[in-house]
């Protein structure tokens, strides 16, 4: 395989340092790897649609116009990727890595999620149609060893 | 139009009744409609893969087991549906309505959400996929209405 | 071919009665044929989005919510036709009707166009992707006559 | 997204300078973006078919031969963009516009219209299924550089 | 498999009686095959393009609004088909019947030709992309049997 | 789901009587489901092509001649079940069934496997990516009765 | 479109110069075009299939493994094409070609045909579905000069 | 086809030395070919799930977790291989080979299998659908060579 570049696309919470940790391992393994992911920076995720485009009276506009700006970009790059992987953190909704998990199942594309034990009934079903569950960034790095080079951790 | 008739799944929470009230509103309004449903028996949902396949000492198998059977439905029916109703209650995390609607997305299915006010900002991107947002069961009935029928409220 | 019904999708101008020229032409001609269309009444195409799911204070979004429910008919029953008509009259922008039939291009699935001569020009790509160019509701007609039951007119 | 190069197809008027602004915005930003459109000499792809493959007598098959050749390399283009500007300006019935943006919306492909506001209206359907619509091309420069870069304008 | 019409298009050739003989046999068995087949009066499918749709003074476009007319039919009822057959008679070109046999093949639907051995080395390339190689009209009616029914010859 | 029947394919061992108590047990509980199989009778299945298409002189192409007939049959029925049902037995290679569970897989349709827990190591990347492992037909049933009727058993 | 390759297919014909014509016509123009072909060694494509996997008997199945052979190369380039090109010449069946045609149509890919006038009228429907009909090899390159410079002939 | 890299997937059998056979041949024939495979160290394609996401108590689940990772690379790879292989060794079920034959048939994608002529008949349907079958590593490279390259043996 030698030349192949492996797209991930990391879905989910922006509120921990799990990304950077799946960078680090990556760079570490020197693994063939081009990371993405949606913008990280809630407030600018949350803005982006009125600043480029013009304010909005009503939140409800406000947050559509971001959504559909950040949709390019989520929506390539998960088409895009040979996995994804989803992260739900130990808070909030996080509906929109549900909804990309969802998403990346549609197409066909393999994702793993990365979520504490806690959340394991809750998301039984997306763990479900999922290629693996892992429990730290570690994990998915290790994976990814595998994946591509064949070595066990 | 004559003879068309259209399948409208209705997926996510299991706690309310929204989706009798929809099915009272079809009937009202003598609809052309099949509406279908994952198993809304949070029980048997739960229970099921190890019902029918035997029993997992661990909870995440026994969970894992029902969400794959559960699958086959589910998948089934948003595959075939024309338009997916998801709903978002109060409660729970609800992370299979928003993994439904990412599914839906995908295959370029029309989905309308329905959820109270409170969960906009969360529901951010779900929504921005969405082409309606409602509020109760009512406005998904008269949207019905209006796509089958041609009539307003 | 007993017993195949036709789909056929009329889209385009709704001020003139070509829809119902079509329709008088293929119940004479006896012809298994369901005509369906988008919601032809202009105000209620422009409302049916705030009279349903709330109002809104700018026009933009008014349209928008309108929009995005009548795409959800529009879209199902194009993806359904076995052939669109896509009319274009002597007035209006109807960018709506070059839309359907981009769309329907994109599909792989065979559209007529029927409009005057006068607009050959400015129609020539949108001609160019098309089964073929009629000027009178009547062809639109024979030409399922033709196809469905292989008689000449 | 180390090496990701983003294509963009500026579809529609060929009267104004838009696409030149476009393009030079996205050097000045020094964006990894391969920018494409229709041959834009309005003559060219007027004559292009018969120049090429031969005079026609009636004009509808001059337009039509054009029609056929340009559609090889627009329908190319778009299928390889990752995202489609459509340009509808304040003249011409610019048909080709609204059918490409169609045809975008088919494949599920995103794409931002730019226009000015008084074509809202007629525009709503067409806009209703766009990521975003702008009023200038400087937007599509900040949307361009939010979704690549992740910065805010 | 109660219930289960199979939909069989008959394509090629149409100066002999082959598409009688399967007719007549697929009723003697009483198979649930409904059997569709391009228009077969040549002169009206050579000119049903100008009869409906106007005069060309060219034989080149007489042609083409014919064939474009055709396509129409001929198209949808091969992507409806379960099983396309496709003759080759031993005079003409017949280039229609291999043009249908690789529409066919890119869809991944299965066909079978039906040609005398004089064709075999001329044919070689459609036969290899095809189900089965017939000699005789009887062999696609036993073929149908056997893959419906069950039943041996 | 009134009115909703569910296509469900039995591929796999033809030595046992699995597919009849798959069968009866359908019909005790009244399912909307239509079963449908590969040709059972191992003899006409093998000899099919050859009884139908005229004598091979190499056994090889007596073989290829069959598995090309029922590939007709076995492709058509796979493509339009809703649920797969692969059945390994306790003797012979069964690579059909593999090949079938692959094909399904592919296409994103569901299936559960069949087999005794003998099997269970070498068919680990046939079961992981089925929705289910039944042992034993009746687990099979249960599962279409949860599925369709949402009863436990 | 700077850096854009454009991947050529040149099917049909194997007797005449004429892909030899067009090569020097993209290399004299300087175009970024790949051109790709079958094997246009007649009696190589004959025999490859028995050079390598063993003699037949049968010339049937000497053929057979030839076709199979060459098919996985000319699927997979007119896969691979941005457009093909379809050469009938003045002699021999060519069913090679029009089935060529007919998958790339059913892909949806552009191609262009290139053959004498007496050809017409037996191949108007492969010319109906075409972009372009072309009399002379030079015009295919003048057509790849416009499609991907914008430059008239 | 200058440049043009042909992706080759190696499935099936571990114990023998047929990969490097094949790779020895690539490299010899200096063919464009990127060869790629399962990972073939078979207690690490045992293992590998639980030595990276965590022990499991059933056997089942520890071959579970091992099978969704491996699929992880194997679909991937298959799905981007412009060609398969598939090796059936002497010994063993091999039920993942015809797997994957039959997931790369469903993906409309070539495949050659290579097998002693002992598991002809076991292998009739596998074989049916693949492009060709294939005595010894040899074949595959010479046909790699003839595909390629056009050259003969």
Redesign the interface.
Known sequence: ????VWNVYLSGEIHSDWREKISQGVAAADLPV?L?SP???HK?SD???V????RE?????H???????????????IEEA??VVVR?GEK?????????????????K?YITLHPEE???????????A?????APN?VV??LV???Q?K??
Chains 1, 2, 3, 4, 5, 6, 7, 8 share one sequence.
């Open positions: 395989m030698s030349g192949r081009v993405s913008v990280t920076v600018d803005d982006c649609g600043a480029i485009f013009g009276k009503e939140t409800f506009w947050d559509h116009k971001a959504a559909k700006l950040n949709g390019i970009r989520t929506r390539t790059l040979d996995l739900f909030y909704k996080q509906w929109n890595a549900a909804f990309d998990a969802g998403y990346a199942a549609a197409l066909g393999p959340h394991d009934h809750a998301l039984k079903e997306v763990d479900g149609a290629s693996a569950v892992a429990r994990q290790q994976a595998y994946i591509i064949g066990m951790p």
